[in-house]
């Protein structure tokens, strides 16, 4: 396994305080506090908490862009591809659980070109989404209701699971990914 930068540290560190605290309440010298070292070191490797809160989001954002784009455009039925952006979500929150924190929670202080590139990914993997619901309510694969109370219904589960995960260690990934999805697909399935 390779050793984590000094930088990717500085960022964990950060997530799980953005986390437990909210962004505009972690300041660099929590952030430095944190990692045991003074602040003006953290300004060695990084130059400033935006660029934290910037690296988290959209590394995140892309993960879940190129996974999706990777299903929607793929040959697999409308309910495989449903099952596999549930198996996506749970494969990158299990991954980043304390960055969804700040995907979730923060994007909106993003500045500059980050946050209309965020909220164009964001906008299009929603979409994407959409279009595999109505695609399924068409051909009778997924239950006829309103494919917009659909897709919040399924990306609400999906979007908290990192608040619901962490304290649910007893559970598997695989009993996770296996029983999350069942019901998931129970829920719209026609």
């Known amino acids: 396994m390779k050793t984590p930068t000094r930088k ?4 964990k560190s950060a997530a799980k305080l953005f986390l437990e605290r909210g962004y505009s ?7 430095a506090k944190e990692l045991g070292i003074k602040a003006a070191s953290l300004y060695n490797h990084i130059s400033s908490k935006h660029e934290i809160l910037e690296s988290l989001i959209i590394s995140v954002a892309e993960e879940f862009t190129v996974g999706m784009n990777q299903i929607f455009l793929s040959e697999l039925s409308t309910l495989e591809k449903v099952e596999q952006v ?27 070109k980050a946050l209309p ?26 239950a006829a209701r309103d494919p917009e109370i659909l897709l919040f219904s399924v990306l609400s589960t999906l979007r908290t699971l990192y608040l619901w995960y962490p304290k649910k260690n007893s559970i ?16 719209i399935r026609a």
């Open 25 to 31: 309440a972690v300041t660099m010298r929590d952030l």
């Open 8 to 11: 990717e540290e500085i960022i």
């Open 117 to 142: 590139y965020f909220e164009q990914m964001r906008n299009q993997y929603e979409e994407n989404f959409r279009q595999i619901i109505k695609s399924g309510i068409a051909e009778g694969s997924i």
């Open 86 to 112: 549930i198996h996506l979500h749970i494969d990158v929150t299990v991954k980043n659980q304390d960055a969804l924190g700040s995907l979730n929670n923060d994007w909106m202080h993003l500045e500059g």
């Open 172 to 187: 598997d990934m695989q009993t996770l990914k296996a029983d999350m999805t069942a019901t998931m697909l129970a829920s």
